[in-house]
């Protein structure tokens, strides 16, 4: 799930839901791993708008401050993702 928020001060974030493991929980044996929370995120542009600054995050994790981010990013990407690759569809 994903969301566009603006705050008070006019700053606008992009923000998705995803798990704790791999965030700030690093055991998948922790019983906190599984619970959701909200990182900055956006394939698209840059997740953190503020005062004309632009920050450019992947699942929380701060990449960088110019294009060159995700124009990278799009280049080094290949294939579809397992939700939608016809390969991964089971029949029933």
Do not use: C
């Amino acid at each position: 799930m994903e969301r566009r928020i603006k705050t008070e001060k006019g700053e606008v974030l992009y923000i998705s839901q995803t798990t704790r493991l791999g965030h700030d929980v690093m055991d998948k044996k922790d019983p906190r791993a599984k619970e959701k929370i909200w990182v900055l995120h956006n394939t698209e542009g840059p997740a953190l708008i503020s005062g004309g600054k632009k920050e450019y995050y992947f699942w929380g994790i701060y990449q960088g401050n110019n294009i060159e981010v995700m124009k990278d990013f799009r280049r080094n990407h290949n294939g579809l993702p397992p939700a939608k690759n016809p390969l991964f569809k089971t029949r029933l």
